[in-house]
Structure formats: structure tokens, C-alpha cells
């Protein structure tokens, strides 16, 4: 079989598959279930040959993501029993974070000892958050608006379903509080990103404070330990197509394909809100900052995929540090404004829960004002901070603020039962507005370099123009 047509019979056989299942489950044809099944593995075998031949990660990623979906679908109750495997993969994950965060921001920071320059990328980042959540804030309000999603929701809907706690609401003093560690042991092992973040520029700041004599050691160390990080980062890439497989296996079999009817509209509605964000807001911003976009589609597949299949946009960061610096934007900008973002420019959380929460409003029969709309949103938008590494704990941010709004929780508790596919969205919009992030942030600051197929430098910092790269980087396929 040629490899040219590998991608078209393998489409074809997983595209026939589906629709037959699709027909089945609504009755329109009646197929011996023998014979259904055949098929969607036969389906999956031609899937399982491209994949060997592409040999690619994120290839391989997205095949597992079919693969858990069919044996979720066929073997529901031996797919919830992999969900450990997807908890090894996260918890893998997790043990890279705070150590790439820390080295890779002291390195950056204490490198180079411009204070001045470290200040300059902090606001512009800053801004370019505020700007871009806002927005985001703004298009869920539109979308859930429009479509009326709450509107004849049946109470019932929520009997049945798992329990989630209810937090209290946060004063401002709490919010500010939470940016700050008082041990940092204690945030690395509650993964407190944005404390992390905070501890290490702290420390890099008076890294760069002391002299050269004392200043070097650590950096080495640091230096090495970024690099060390990287290397574990790949090693762990290595299994990723079994967590990640193991995750969809879990959701499907945990809540069976069917559970979209029960709440479709209000899905609908999440994805095609963000699916206008990413039209309305994330392109035109790439396109005004000049980003490659064939080539930061390819560099975010892999870490985008991570994170629809797991729900956690940390399960991403690694790998989509990696990838951006690959891209061309410097080291010490991605390990500065992206683990910074995961807190502050969460746009698909930031819709979901304005969304959300007029959604639950609708349900119950309350009609809100827009002040009263935008009072409670953006009260959202703050209790969100740092939430992006934990899986569906918006959803109990979003329960707390509810409470606090006396508003009736039940709504909530509908949303469960769709949350984790609700997630998927959310979380592949977070990895992929941090990763533009970054790119823009470089851009603004001068020093993007795409290093595009001519290899030439294409950057505005004069401290640049005599750096060439080494080697060509290699495309994501």
C-alpha cells in the first residue's frame, strides 16, 4: 500500500465505521452487533499500520485517543479500570513541573541580570492577558445569550450524579493571599503554579543580585537541571500515548457516547463559543503578531491533544514549552509567561465560566440583568486563578460563586454529568492561548525568532542579529 494513500483509506475506513455505528445507535439500520464491531476494529487496525508508518508522537497520541474511545465503547467496564494508567501519566507530569518552572525562569532571569528587561515582559504580558480573557469573558456572555441553553432544563437531570463540594467564596484578600507561598515544599506538593512562579523570580532576582563569583554555581546547576527536565519531559512523552489513550477509554466507559443528548445544546453551544474565539480573537492576534501559523498549529497538536485528553492544561506544559522554544521564542520567555498564564490567561475557563454561570441562572428561572451578568462573571474571572492545573475545579469554583450568589446549586450538578467533555474544550483553548501567548509576548518584546526554512533570524533586538541557530528544527508532523 503507498504511503500517499495511507491517509485517505485510513480516513475512509474510521469515517464508514463511525457513520454505521452512528445509524445503528439511532436505528436507522439494524447490522448484527458482530458485525459492527468488526468493522470499527477493522477501522482501527488500518489507523494502527498509518500510525507505524508515520512514526510520529503526536500521531501516535491521536490514534490512542480513537483507540481509548472504541474500547470505552465496547469494553465499558475493563475501560474504567485503565483510568490508572492516565493517573500515572499524571502524576509523571506533575513531578516535572515545578522543577522545569523554577530552573528554566532563574536561568532565564539571574542569566542575563536585566532586571529592567524582566520587569518590561511582566507588564506587556500582563496586559495581553487582561485583553485577551476579557474578550473571551465577553463572547461566553454573547454565546449563552443566544442560545438560551438553560432555559427548560429539567431539575432531574442532576439526580444522580457524583458529589462535589462546595467551597466558600474568596474575599479579594484571599485571592491575593493565594499568589504568594509561605512554603514553598508546600506549594510544589499542591501545585500551586502561580506560587512556584512567584518563588523563582523572587529567587532569580536575588540570584542576579549577588556576584558573579556566587552567581555562577547556581546557574550552572539550574542550567543543567533545565536541561535535565527537558531530556525526563521526552522519556515521559514516550508513555504518553497510553495515558492519554487510557483517559478517553475512561470517560467513554465512565459516560458512555450517549451523555451528550442530555445536555447537547449547552456542549454546543461551549464549543461553538470557543470555537469563535479562536476565530475572532486568537487568529487576528497572530496574524497582527506575525506568527507562523501552519507551523504553531504543528508545534501545539501534541500539547493541545495532552491536554483535551486528560482535562488538565499542566499535563500540557512541558511539552508545550518544549515546542514553543522550538518554534523560536526564547527559553526565558516561554518559562516566564507561560506558567504565568496557566493563572492569569486561562480563555477557555474564562468563557466556560461565564457561560456557565448564566446557564445556571437560566435554569432556574432567574433572569439576570447585564450588570448582574457581568458583576458575577468577572467575580469568576478572579476566583479562577490558578486553577488551570487541577481537572474540572473550575466546576467547583464555579459551585462556591454560585452559592455566594444565592443562586440554586442543582443547575451545577446537571453540568457534571457533561463536565469532563466540556473540559476537553476548555483546556485545549488554555494550552493554546498561553502558547500564543508567548509568541506574541516575544514579538512585542522584539525577539521572536520563527527561524523559518531559510534559516535566517528574523528578529528586531540588535543583541540577536549575530545569532544564528545551530540547526535547522525539525517540524512537528
Known sequence: MKKSFLPLATLLCITIAAILTVLQQYSFISLPAEALLAVRWTGIGVLLFYGLQKRSLTTWILISMVVGAEIGYDFPQFAVNLNVLSKVFLKLIKTIIAPLIFATLVVGIAGHANLKQVGSMGWKAIVYFEVVTTLALFIGLAAINLSKAGEGIDAGLAQGHEEIAAVPAQSTSDIILHVFPENIAKSIAEGQVLQIVVFSVLFA????????????????????????????????????????????????????????????????????????????????????????????????SGPVSIAFATTSSEAALPRAMEEMEKLGVPRRIVAFVMPTGYSFNLDGTTLYLALASVFVAQAAGINLTWEQQLVMVFTLMLTSKGVAGVPRASLVILLGTVASFNLPVWPVFAILGIDELMDMARTSVNVTGNCLATAVVARWEGEFNPQPETGLVETTNPELLHRLPEEKQPELV
Not at 536541561?227 to 514516550?238: A, G, H, L, R, S
Not at 470517560?251 to 449547552?266: E, S
Not at 461551549?270 to 476565530?279: I, K, W
Open 205 to 300: 532576582i536575588g540570584l542576579a543580585m549577588v556576584s558573579e563569583k556566587k552567581r555562577k554555581p547556581m546557574l550552572d546547576f539550574c542550567e543543567s537541571l533545565s536541561e535535565t527536565m527537558f531530556k525526563f519531559t521526552n522519556i515521559i512523552m514516550y508513555f504518553a500515548p497510553v495515558g492519554v489513550g487510557a483517559a478517553i477509554a475512561y470517560t467513554v466507559g465512565h459516560m458512555g457516547f450517549g451523555i451528550l443528548l442530555n445536555l447537547f445544546q449547552l456542549l454546543a453551544t461551549l464549543y461553538v463559543a470557543l470555537l469563535a474565539f479562536a476565530l475572532l480573537v486568537l487568529l487576528p492576534v497572530a496574524l497582527i503578531a506575525r506568527v507562523p501559523i501552519r507551523r504553531f498549529l504543528q508545534a501545539i
